[in-house]
Antibody
Framework: QVHLQQWGAGLLKPSETLSLTCGVYGGSFIGYYWSWIRQSPGKGLEWIGEIHTSGSTKYNPSLKSRVTISVDTSKNQFSLKLTSLTAADTAVYYC??????????WGQGTLVTVSS | QSALTQPASVSESPGRSITISCTGTSSDVGGYNYVSWYQHHPGKAPKLIIYEVSNRLSGVSNRFSGFKSGNTASLTISGLQAEDEADYYCSSYHYCTSCTSSSIYVFGTGTRVTVL
């Protein structure tokens, strides 16, 4: 069973850029989609986007102008960058396996707080 | 694209059955058999329990079952147990005409299940 471990800064200021990375261990990485999902306080899950190990990406249109998802197949890692942060971006961010079985594996979640 | 619609909450006694609905459109739930269901205990990562409408993930209790009719998918939990108390989310593949990539994912609004 694949294990996902994520890391990145948890406290950011408005207008800064969020940067999170997710490492995939103990299973297949190549050939799959890998996703980022978030949950704002008191709200539901929101799909941010995903990347295939070939490099092709799909993004939530509501975030597309600010999101970049990238992949490093040499390290079995994928990353999320979200620019121009506001308080509305405060959320728990999860990495997960994407594609047809979206969420078959999840990272532990990272609380990102945007505050001045 | 809008979030899929779920009831905000459902409550029932132990041993009884409940059904949670997930209503979308012909561009997502009604058009594709890529509906998934997740169980989310607060403070933990969500857990995929049903994929492709009605397939239970290995190890998931057969008390959980999924179904779809038209633009509405449903999750039934039979023989309700205290451990089933959690938030439940559906997700679906969504055909997005305004997106760079035509296929994205959308989550439901979430349902809080309370075992009385």
């Amino acid at each position: 069973q694949v294990h996902l471990q994520q890391w990145g800064a948890g406290l950011l200021k408005p207008s800064e850029t969020l940067s999170l990375t997710c490492g995939v261990y103990g299973g297949s990485f190549i050939g799959y989609y890998w996703s980022w999902i978030r949950q704002s306080p008191g709200k539901g899950l929101e799909w941010i986007g995903e990347i295939h190990t070939s490099g092709s990406t799909k993004y939530n249109p509501s975030l597309k102008s600010r999101v970049t998802i990238s992949v490093d197949t040499s390290k079995n890692q994928f990353s999320l960058k979200l620019t121009s942060l506001t308080a509305a971006d405060t959320a728990v961010y999860y990495c997960a396996r994407g594609g047809d079985r979206l969420g078959i594996s999840w990272g532990q979640g990272t609380l990102v707080t945007v505050s001045s | 694209q809008s979030a899929l619609t779920q009831p905000a909450s459902v409550s029932e006694s132990p041993g009884r059955s409940i059904t949670i609905s997930c209503t979308g459109t012909s561009s997502d739930v009604g058009g594709y058999n890529y509906v998934s269901w997740y169980q989310h205990h607060p403070g933990k990562a969500p857990k995929l329990i049903i994929y492709e409408v009605s397939n239970r993930l290995s190890g998931v209790s057969n008390r959980f079952s999924g179904f779809k009719s038209g633009n509405t998918a449903s999750l039934t939990i039979s023989g309700l147990q205290a451990e089933d108390e959690a938030d439940y989310y559906c997700s679906s593949y969504h055909y997005c005409t305004s997106c760079t990539s035509s296929s994205i994912y959308v989550f439901g609004t979430g349902t809080r299940v309370t075992v009385l």
